[in-house]
């Protein structure tokens, strides 16, 4: 079954938090897609279980956003080939500046038509499961965002955003509100904590104790043995910065437990890494919005020619 | 708000807008205008549109985006109308529906014309279909049998606190009353309609009760014909509308076609007023429901307003007198009372009912340069 009902939909703090900031830096409206998952959610034992809630037992979480311009043409017919394939997508959002906030003609057209896209659907992640059926879940969330209109708030210092979560149901072709949980720091939110699946991993590297000298019997061998030293290095390069595989072999087996220092230098490295990412994102976050104003300014110009002839 | 000009709106969504409220076949309003900017209160680039419907409106927000004006608009509907989806009406779809949107090109003012008359299309569709599925035996009969009027609309109104009603817009009288009047200055189409309301059967109710009846018209129409003197027929116990409307449109229709024809009754009175009073100063020549002489009394002059009723001669015209010498301390001129009470026969001559105004003006004249020197008047 493709169509199965969710319980609620989560979203992390930080990824809402970055949603609205970009929504509320951004020139006009904004859409994109969102990523996440589907899992069951944990049984509840409870004795008044009603048919309604039981019947709703998955979680979506949505973990992360790609702001897209057009994955869609101006009808709300997605263009497949428009959207990216590596990831897990779960559905999209869209978020207006002063309008109401219920789903529009539109939104309606792209939301059906995503969700219509079986071979973007997701496998619904179930741990418990033994048996290798899984089931499918289509991309059918369906994520407002929108600013009143009324115009009090114009000339104010409040911004206020509001947001509503959907799931879009082909059935009956209708939007079904769903609740959205933000998902936080603190004891309410511990379940999310435990189920939590890491997925920023380390490359498989050959880092294995080499513990035999092996009798090095031809020149082909040593070349493929450099290959895949620097091949690793280079995997390895891309989480941590300045580290060597080589190390990475002590760290494994009875030894490894004298080599915290070594761990932490890891760490460290991987910090490292992550803040020349940050600052290049940065650098080139600027480098866009310049583009963007610029394009802007050349855009309103030529709306004003086209007015004026 | 001050920036709701129309020099605020941009270019392309001006023209398309203007060309909507000048060439749609009913009467469109904006009901607000307002701008996507966060800090700006310009460019305007969304507005709600009141479109009628069944002797109501409908309210639509249209959401342009300045920022990128190749998009084409998006609509966002009523909350009542949550399920209204205009391009998935029909599932299996075999829509080519989608291609008033899909090929958008913001330089043609027709484009938002032409989504919003699909729209609307789309809209009579849908409440069609609520009303359809209505559980109420003798609304299926009511539908059966009126469905196939041309224009006839239909509403479904439910809302928590409200008891479910069904509303009908029936169009009455198959006549062109625009044709009917001389230089009619009509832009739209005057239509009579019959409003029905039925309320939503409740099983238990052994006797369904009469529907809430009521004609409606176009403002317009009151300048030859008020829909408020025509007296409903009485609805049976058992009736239905198969049955009610012929009557009611064979009534209706004489009425209309007297009251076209009292245009002429008027336009002869005030023809006969002009051979004591001299050419009129001023007169309405389409419906001849106000004529303006200029009087004189000796010295004193003074203009006669006449306002003719549409139900002439039955009712006299209500005559007031303005004088040419006398102001008020706002530098208005003087004016009388609307006298309604001279005498006054509808079975006199054009010619008499001249004549006995002018006895009647001789005296009033006297009566009104006294109050207009004692200031006794407005």
């Known amino acids: 079954m493709d169509d199965q009902p969710l319980q609620k939909i989560a979203i992390s703090g930080p990824t809402l938090a970055s949603l609205i900031q970009r929504f509320s830096t951004s020139p006009s409206s904004l859409h994109g897609l969102l990523f996440g998952h589907v899992t069951p959610l944990p049984l509840t034992l409870s004795d008044d279980d009603d048919d309604t809630s039981s019947s709703a037992t998955l979680l979506a979480i949505v973990t992360g956003f790609l702001t897209s311009p057009s994955f869609h043409d101006s009808s709300g017919t997605v263009l497949p080939s428009s959207l990216p394939t590596s990831s897990p997508l779960l559905g999209w959002f869209s978020a207006r500046r002063r309008s109401p906030l219920r789903p529009s003609m539109r939104e309606f057209s792209v939301t059906s038509s995503l969700s219509s896209l079986s071979q973007f659907s997701s496998q619904i992640q179930n741990p418990n499961s033994i ?126 437990k004298n080599y915290t220092e070594g761990l932490e230098e890891l760490y460290q490295k991987m910090l490292v890494k992550i803040e020349n ?7 080139s976050s600027a480098m866009v919005i310049e583009q963007e104003n610029h394009n802007r300014k050349l855009k309103h110009k030529i709306l004003r020619s086209a007015a004026s002839e | 708000m001050a920036a709701a000009g129309p020099e605020n709106v941009p270019p392309f969504i001006a023209a398309q807008l203007s060309h909507l409220l000048s060439h749609f076949g009913l009467t469109v309003k904006v009901e607000q205008m307002w701008s996507s900017d ?87 569709l849908y409440q069609r279909k609520r009303v359809g599925e209505v559980d109420d035996d003798r609304l299926t009969f009511e539908i059966s049998t009126i469905l196939s009027r041309e224009g006839i609309e239909m509403h479904m109104s439910s809302g928590a606190e409200k008891s479910e009603e069904v509303k009908f817009a029936v169009p009455l009288l198959d006549m062109n009353i625009n044709k009917m009047v001389a230089c009619c200055p009509w832009r739209y189409s005057q239509r009579i309609y019959l409003q029905v309301v039925y309320p939503v059967g409740r099983k238990y109710m052994s006797v369904p009760s009469a529907p809430r009846l009521k004609l409606v018209s176009s403002p317009e129409l009151k300048a030859v014909f008020s829909i408020d003197d025509v007296k409903l027929p009485p609805w049976l116990d058992g009736m239905c509308l198969a049955e009610y409307l012929p009557n009611l449109e064979e009534y209706l229709g004489k009425q209309v076609l007297e009251a076209v024809s009292l245009i002429e009754v008027r336009r002869h009175f005030i023809e006969a007023l002009s051979s004591p009073l001299g050419r009129p100063v001023e007169a309405d020549a389409v419906f001849c429901r106000k004529a303006t002489f200029l009087a004189a009394s000796g010295v004193f002059s003074f203009l006669v ?19 040419s010498q006398h102001f008020n301390s706002q530098m208005a001129p003087m004016k009388s009372r609307v006298m309604s009470d001279y005498p006054w026969s509808p079975r006199w001559e054009p010619s008499m009912m001249a004549e006995r105004i002018c006895d009647f003006l001789a005296d009033e004249a006297l009566n009104f340069k006294r109050q207009c020197s004692e200031g006794q008047v407005q």
């Open chain 2, 305 to 323: 307003h006449l306002l003719i009723p549409t139900q002439f001669p039955k009712q006299q015209p209500a005559i007031m007198l303005q004088s």
């Open chain 2, 38 to 124: 966060k800090y700006n209160s310009t460019p305007l680039d969304r507005f709600t549109l009141l479109i009628p419907y069944c002797l109501d409106f409908i309210k639509w927000d249209v959401i342009y985006d300045a920022e990128s004006p190749n998009t084409a608009p998006d609509v966002i509907f009523s909350p009542e109308d949550d399920d209204f989806h205009p391009f998935h009406m029909f599932p299996s779809s075999s829509e080519p529906a989608n291609n008033c949107l899909s090929d958008w090109n913001y330089k043609d003012p027709t484009r938002l014309l032409t989504l919003i008359q699909y729209l609307r299309d789309q809209y009579v």
């Open chain 1, 131 to 256: 048996s290798s059926e899984s089931s499918l879940f289509p991309p059918c969330i369906f994520l407002l965002l929108a600013s009143p209109s009324s115009s009090d708030h114009h000339h104010s210092h409040v911004h206020t955003h509001e947001y509503r979560a959907f799931q879009f149901r082909p059935a009956s072709l209708s939007f079904e509100p769903r609740s959205l949980d933000v998902v936080n720091i603190g004891p309410a939110f511990r379940g999310h904590y435990g189920a939590f699946a890491p997925n920023s991993n380390l490359p498989p590297l050959d880092c294995g104790p080499h513990d035999s000298p092996m009798i090095s019997d031809g020149g082909d061998e040593t070349m493929g043995k450099m290959k895949q030293a620097t091949k690793d290095q280079r995997e390895l390069n891309q989480c941590a910065e300045g580290f060597e595989v080589g190390r990475l072999s002590r760290m494994m087996g009875s030894e490894a």
């Open chain 1, 277 to 283: 990412l940050s600052g290049l994102v940065e650098k």
